[in-house]
């Protein structure tokens, strides 16, 4: 396993003898001073590489061709072990939501006013190998409306008038509304829950995340609070994964009148996600299918009444007709309460 | 002696065929102790402990890879790793450009994930580690190891019945058990190396071959 096809590998070896006797003997492998030139260890790579090592070792095949294309020579000085250095070593640590990997809650960071940016980019956008236009551009593809759902989210203010001065300050959003937005504020006045029935499917896509503290039609509504700080959560939650696994993978928490339902989709949780659930959190599963689906069957399943959902990835439209279907409305790309429940 | 995998209860054992077989104490992963020791190794190090976590992961995305192309070039990424641990020059080019293909080879966001995943993805941590330095990365490798038998285990269970209880079965798992004992392995040898300054390609060599060797029973006895 793990044998490539070697026509795609890229080293050409000159056996030189010199090193391969040196290795045997325990070369000082890490204290030669820089730029003290050692022969390639050509040799003791073939005849290791060649067949079955001394030790025991399978055999390797020696390349065929250099490993790198435009490898500009077959001896390797001590120089080339510097790409084995550690250019920011100890940055990784800095990231300290791995910290309660093991379940030490404090350790993770309660950012709330974290954009969801941040979970999208990981460590790595912190760690500083933004120099990688492969990484970079991975990291950056899924959520790519992540940086106006940030500003968006730090225009939006904690109340309705936060609300009203975003509307009319943000004239990007604004642009992206097709509907009537003097109607839609006569309703914000006069009947704020038909506002959010009618404006919820043309604000998907604004990226904001509306709080509905203080909306308070229903009792219910007002159970929903604070759906910026349940999406803080979601996203909190959600980079306790590797930062692949957070640009595939999607992470969900439905309040309910139970509880919080914390669901990821395809694979559910994982073990560290699961290990940084707090008390009133539940940890749901259901394989493969979407985090909004997951959190919904266990609400289902412990007969829990959904009060508002927050997840990490734009909603997708199966998913809204399932959480409308359950009596939801979609408050952004990535919110929903349910007023009538 | 290493402390990464912590011990979560006392060492027993138990009475099965009229013979006494001892049980080791259960490990678990534990990610902070993991970056702790892999933060005391040189990145060739790290990259070597990452790679193994690769390389253990192949012989069943064999078994599931449906694109034989994909596979190869996974393949190749890893086997460029491997080679460039042992002395083949290699530009930071061929490594982004390797990394490029595994990552153009992983699922679409909230498609389902298979073995392959996990194997590919950490091929790609075991080439970021070798690139940027970032000790994370050389973990990651090792968590999705880990990821890769906790799914494969979990996989079969019902969702109703995948209770905390059940959970705990997974991870006491036999299969789960020695990754983290080979992970636990490969850092030891590592430590070694670095404090004894010992002979880095032989050491290499045995990392790969012993990857290579558990590949074959990565979920199970070879079929």
């Known amino acids: 396993m793990g044998q490539a096809d070697l026509s795609l590998g890229d080293g050409a070896l000159t056996p030189s003898p010199g090193l391969a006797a040196t290795l045997a003997h325990g070369m000082d492998f890490f204290d030669r001073p820089a730029g003290v030139v050692l022969p390639q260890f050509a040799s003791s790579l073939s005849s290791s590489l060649g067949g079955p090592s001394s030790d025991g070792n399978q055999a390797f095949q020696a390349p065929s061709s250099d490993q790198s294309a435009a490898a500009p020579s077959t001896t390797t000085n001590s120089r080339d072990y510097d790409r084995f250095s550690d250019p920011v070593a100890g940055q990784a640590l800095a990231m300290s939501a791995y910290d309660g990997f093991s379940g030490a809650v404090g350790n993770v960071p309660r950012s709330v006013s974290a954009p969801p940016s941040n979970a999208v980019a990981g460590p790595q956008a912190a760690s500083g190998p933004s120099d990688d236009p492969t990484w970079e551009s991975i990291l950056s593809q899924p959520n790519g409306d992540a940086a106006s759902y940030a500003t968006s989210a730090r225009a939006l203010g904690p109340s309705l008038n936060g609300f009203a001065d975003y509307l009319s300050a943000g004239a990007d959003a604004l642009a992206g509304i097709p509907r009537d937005i003097p109607g839609y504020a006569s309703d914000l006045v006069h009947d704020p829950l038909e506002f959010f029935r009618r404006a919820g499917p043309t604000f998907v896509g604004l990226g904001a995340s509306i709080p509905t503290a203080g909306v308070g039609t229903t009792a219910s509504s007002a159970a929903a609070t604070d759906l910026g700080a349940l999406s803080a959560r979601a996203n909190e939650i959600h980079r306790v994964l590797d930062s692949v696994a957070q640009t595939k993978r999607t992470t969900a928490i439905l309040r309910t009148d139970l509880g919080d339902i914390v669901a990821g989709g395809g694979r559910d949780l994982d073990v560290g996600q699961k290990a940084i659930l707090q008390a009133g959190e539940i940890a749901a599963s259901f394989r493969d299918a979407h985090a909004e689906a997951t959190a919904l069957a266990k609400a289902q399943q412990l007969g829990a009444i959904p009060r508002a959902i927050a997840v990490t990835r734009t909603i997708c439209p199966a998913c809204a007709k399932l959480i409308e279907d359950a009596g939801g409305i979609l408050t952004s790309a990535r919110t929903a309460i349910f007023p009538n429940k | ?223």
Not at chain 2, 130 to 135: A, F, K, M, N, S
Not at chain 2, 183 to 200: A, I, P
Request: some cysteine.
């Open chain 2, 1 to 223: 002696m290493l402390v990464a995998y912590s011990r979560v209860r006392e060492p027993r054992s138990f009475r099965t065929n009229n013979r006494q077989v001892p049980v080791v104490a259960m490990l678990k992963y534990d990610e902070p102790k993991i970056l702790d020791e892999l933060g005391a190794l040189p990145n060739f190090a790290r990259v070597a402990f990452a790679a193994a976590c690769a390389e253990r992961q192949m012989a069943d995305y064999a078994r599931v890879a449906t694109d034989l192309d994909t596979f190869k070039s996974v393949a190749s990424a890893l086997d460029c790793i491997w080679n460039e641990l042992l002395g083949v020059p290699t530009r930071d080019e061929t490594l982004t450009r390797h990394l490029s293909e595994c990552m153009s080879a992983l699922p679409q966001p909230e498609s389902p994930e298979g073995q392959d995943t996990d194997a590919i993805t950490s091929t790609a941590y075991a080439i970021r580690a070798r690139l940027t330095g970032v000790i994370q990365e050389a973990a990651w490798a090792a968590r999705h190891a880990f990821d890769n038998l906790y799914f494969y285990l979990t996989d079969p269970i019902p969702s109703k019945e995948f209770t905390p209880e059940a959970e705990q079965r997974v991870l006491a798992h036999p299969l789960i058990q020695a990754e983290l004992q080979r992970q636990r392995q490969d850092l030891s040898d590592l430590t070694e190396l670095v404090r004894d300054k010992g002979n880095v390609i032989s050491t290499i060599l045995r990392l790969r071959a012993r990857a290579n060797e558990a590949a074959q029973r990565f979920t199970g006895p070879p079929t």
